[in-house]
């Protein structure tokens, strides 16, 4: 019997260093994947969605005329990548109208008032439309 504890015994010390070289064989080290860097519609995109998106366009009655302007500043500083100069310019002009029919409602009688809510509906509508077709690029 004290034969088979021998072997058996020799077996698992057998076992136990297969194991440990084993575990000391030199591990890969994995290779580094760059992140891909965005192209310039993907930073135009980021750097104007928080000025044109859904939230914002949906808050505009509620934004004084300042807020709207400075909007309008930050957007001007923005220079859109080739093939979107078009529709940045819709969005400038979207804000510039949102901006007059801001500056139209305080203490104006009822035409007036019209007029620059149609003028804010207006901005609005050229937002969504600008929104869409960037969108789709």
Not at 41 to 51: D, R, S, V
């Amino acid at each position: 019997m004290s034969k088979c504890l021998r072997g058996n015994s020799r077996f698992w010390l057998l076992a136990l260093a297969v194991l440990l070289l084993a575990g000391c064989k030199q591990q890969t080290i994995p290779t580094v994947v760059p992140l891909p860097t965005p192209d310039a519609h993907a930073i135009y995109m980021m750097l104007t969605m928080k000025y044109t998106s859904d939230d914002v366009i949906l808050r505009i009655y509620d934004m004084s005329p300042d807020e709207v302007a400075r909007i309008l500043q930050a957007l001007q500083s923005i220079e859109p990548p080739d093939g979107l100069e078009a529709l940045h310019e819709q969005a400038l002009d979207a804000y510039r109208i949102i901006c007059k029919g801001k500056l139209l409602l305080p203490g104006a009688d009822p035409v007036l008032r019209s007029e620059a809510y149609f003028a804010i509906d207006w901005g609005i509508g050229l937002l969504r439309d600008y929104r869409e077709r960037l969108d789709k690029q």
